[in-house]
């Protein structure tokens, strides 16, 4: 006879490598907002690829902070989902939201929906795609 049961409730503990790429993917965010590039360095791969709406590329983080600092004052992403799925050399982890921020001549930009694709490989983010509809926006705001 089993001793599991008999009234008593058993909780798994055990934490899944979905929840983890999560939880990096997270700090990544938390470092972001807090403008520490080098915390959510850390938490990418050596080599690792970024590209963004447009068809633009970066190598590193750096480069792309100068990118985004060439055309934005500021940007404040909100968080509205984080999903997780397996994918080819690791995990998928897609977060969508809405941003809001201003363009560097400081015309106020909002509601502008966005979602990234993170792919996290042996604890390091090593891929980030990122896709919103700012470009859309700021078209028409300059055909206003």
């Known amino acids: 006879m089993s001793t599991l ?5 058993v909780v798994g503990s055990a934490r899944g490598e979905r929840g983890d790429a999560i939880d990096l993917v997270r700090r990544w965010f938390d470092a972001m907002a807090a403008g ?7 938490l990418m791969a050596p080599g690792q690829r970024i590209s963004i709406s447009g068809g633009y590329r970066f190598s590193n983080l750096t480069e792309f902070s100068d990118f985004a600092a060439s055309r934005y004052r500021e940007v404040r992403k909100q968080c509205d989902s ?7 050399g690791g995990f998928a982890i897609y977060v969508r939201g809405e941003m809001s921020g201003s363009w560097a001549d400081g015309k106020n930009f909002s509601r502008i929906r966005w979602c990234d694709r993170f792919l996290v490989q042996a604890g390091s983010i090593i891929e980030l795609d990122t896709f919103s509809d700012l ?4 078209l028409s705001e300059l055909h206003k």
């Open 36 to 42: 520490d590039l080098d915390a959510a360095s850390k």
């Open 82 to 88: 984080f999903e997780a799925c397996e994918a080819a």
């Open 5 to 9: 049961g008999e009234g008593r409730i």
């Open 135 to 138: 470009a859309e926006s700021r």
